[in-house]
């Protein structure tokens, strides 16, 4: 299966600041690139991802880009908040691709 | 919610029980994923389906068993619990786009 990494495990912010989050992967045919995030007792649940066939995805505060050469993909939270604060997971997803491997998460505190 | 039901929410187990974990759909989706999470730590896929009666196994499989026999169901099956199982599974579907739909998970505590 794909051997994915997440960088930092761990992120502390103040409030209003940016994070970025980064996820390596290591079979280039990958297509298709999430993120989920997860608060503290609760499922993960996605909340953006993108395609190969695109460089950069926005939605409001966060943002996803990726660079297929280097392969890898990035998390961008803008004017964090503290209900940003949670664990963040990459998962990235091979065409035809069934077994779906997680990276190691990213806890992120945003302090107020 | 993409509709996954996990039962049992909580259970504790002594060591050497066994239990089923259930997982149930109601949207008739053939990819479907068993996750065990330990405490602050990341996702590891157990086993996984993409439709009835094909299983496969994923990183962590050794311990558990699981069945398809229809596509709404996939039940994970725990033979002489130990308390390296303790951990917080979660079951998943993937209707095909890619994105993961969890469960609430369930929480399992062997002692």
């Known amino acids: 299966g794909e051997n994915v990494e997440q960088h930092p495990s761990t992120l502390s912010v103040q409030e209003g600041d940016s994070a970025v989050i980064k996820c390596t992967y290591s079979d280039s045919a990958s297509n298709y690139f999430p993120w989920y995030k997860q608060e503290l007792g609760k499922r993960p649940q996605l909340i953006i991802d993108?395609?190969?066939?695109?460089g950069e995805k926005k939605d409001q505060r966060i943002a996803v880009t990726l660079n297929k050469t280097a392969k890898h993909f990035s998390l961008h939270i803008t004017e964090t908040q503290p209900e940003d604060s949670a664990v963040y997971f990459c998962?990235?997803?091979?065409?035809?691709?069934?077994?779906?491997?997680f990276g190691g998460g990213t806890r992120l505190m945003v302090k107020p | 919610n993409a509709g996954v039901t996990q039962t049992p929410k909580f259970r504790i187990l002594k060591i050497g029980q066994s239990m089923t974990l259930q997982c149930a759909q109601d949207m008739n989706h053939n990819y479907m994923y068993w996750y065990r999470q330990d405490p602050g730590m990341g996702l590891k896929l157990i086993y996984y389906?993409?439709?009835?009666?094909?299983?496969d196994k994923g990183e962590v499989p050794n311990g558990y068993n699981v069945s398809r026999s229809t596509t709404e169901d996939f039940p994970l099956r725990l033979e002489l619990a130990a308390p390296s199982q303790t951990s917080v599974y979660f079951c998943?579907?993937?209707?095909?786009?890619?994105?993961?739909?969890f469960g609430e998970g369930s929480r399992l505590t062997v002692l």
């Open positions: 993108i395609r190969s066939n695109v």
């Open positions: 998943a579907i993937r209707p095909g786009g890619g994105e993961l739909f």
């Open positions: 389906s993409v439709g009835a009666g094909i299983t």
């Open positions: 998962a990235p997803l091979l065409p035809a691709g069934n077994m779906l491997t």
